[in-house]
């Protein structure tokens, strides 16, 4: 079984929460069409990029498959002439925004380990695909980056991305381990909306 | 006729707007001397930074160009030096900008078509070349993107490029195919400066 | 005599340094326990990140060295568990992030100058190398660079670049070379901090 399509159809919906949620915090801003199109950019690929330039993977994932740039582009337009109450997007937004973390985190993974990366390098480039864009976007709009603070995403990435190492050392079949990565950081991550979960800070002494 | 010397010094003044616009921002933050030229050097090298870097394109083009560094660094001292009434220079300062923007353009958009680009990619370029120095200068300085916001530099920076493509698929020559691209960016970008034209956000639902 | 270990041990002094002063500011914003690791991370080895991608040297230098990424997060995680009291460590901070600068001086230099780079771009490396990791951990914690405004860091590191290119020139043997420079730059740092000098503006005309 061939999961790269699967892979690829939540890298789409990932894709396009980012765009959605950018266009929707440039809007805020008010920033103009032009902006917000591409502050809907910099949150979709730009952690990929950064993960790209990092490995020295040349041409960059979004300047051979033209259809990431198309995507964003729509789905900005789209968001920018036909939406305005942002609150009933909401709901939809965290779950296609924890679609695209999983898929993020597995191609960030993937790419990493196929470029002779080690385990911790790996784990790194699975954060940086996923959350570099949205730290991007809110340095851009001048906000504090929300993904340091109070949410679960890195936590997410890095329990996935142990769990792709485990299931690689006991010889799980390909197809299998991606699903299985894939399933438990969308299912922490939903939790963790749905709980309202954060990571604490640690302060052992007072 | 060979326009690459007009691009060059259409380069060069850009990169002084910048240098200028740079070292004005720093100094109303507070910045120290060496702080100036440091964020005069990103506002005038860091979209063609990133476009080098995104293409694979190395050494980076002020690597082996000495001019760069040295017309940032001699132009943010002059005007650290000898400037503190920033009103004075407003009016050349955004002329001298509008020159930058179409030979920033224009070079962005052939260095990307020279490294293989299609044209999505290559606008894009065009427009990193242009902008993302702004964007980093704006970004450093604490300040949101004017860019971003009300000023239709994207805007320009793409009819140019569409234009430049329309020529090319017409067969006109490459000097007046340059010379032409640029002036269309010149001119939209001053006709907005002169009637203080703003891109509008679209809303089509209310 | 071989210094490349001494140069290595200032080098992690100064990583440890970036880890703690990332880690406070992080938590001073209330980013979670990963978030301050991110930031360590980003405070410690962003420098020297981009100066390896600007020069097209891969693979980057913490993706062959696990020391850095792990000294990193233990002395982050230490950090967040045992340290509420920031005041406590300001000494010690100053001193071991001056060691480090001197070590980050150096070694921007020293990469830069073996990957072909001229004396102009040689300093910009080595600048690149020891404050790119502060300004954006300031970036990402939406404060204006510190580094930029008062404190004679980019200055120590010019005075360190020029006396290792003398020396360089006056053919000092390599050891010798080395350890007068990161002594330089680390004596104008401390004694910048101890007599609370800043680089003035230079305004010449009122």
Not at 27 to 37: Q, S
Not at 80 to 93: H, I, Y
Not at 134 to 161: F, K
Request: charged share 10%; glycine share 8%; net charge neutral.
């Amino acid at each position: 079984m061939d999961t790269s399509n699967i892979i690829y159809l939540f890298d789409m919906i990932g894709i396009i929460a980012c765009s959605v949620s950018g266009t929707l915090l440039a809007r805020a801003k008010n920033f103009d069409l032009m902006g917000c199109i591409l502050v809907a950019m910099v949150n979709a690929i730009g952690g990929g990029t950064l993960r790209d330039v990092l490995l020295n993977r040349h041409p960059i994932f979004w300047m051979v498959d033209m259809n990431f740039l198309v995507v964003i582009t729509v789905t900005s337009l789209i968001f920018q002439a036909f939406f305005n109450e942002t609150e009933r997007v909401g709901r939809w937004l965290k779950l296609t925004d924890a679609i695209g973390l999983s898929a993020f985190t597995l191609i960030g993974l993937k790419v990493a380990l196929s470029y002779g990366a080690n385990y911790p390098v790996a784990i790194l480039m699975g954060i940086a695909t996923s959350i570099v864009g949205g730290m991007t976007r809110d340095i851009i709009c001048n906000e504090i980056p929300l993904v340091l603070q109070r949410e679960i995403y890195i936590t997410a990435s890095i329990v996935g991305a142990l769990l792709y190492f485990l299931l690689q050392h006991l010889s799980v079949i390909g197809w299998l381990a991606d699903i299985m990565t894939m399933l438990v950081v969308f299912t922490i991550r939903m939790l963790a909306v749905y709980f309202n979960w954060h990571l604490p800070s640690i302060r052992l002494r007072h």
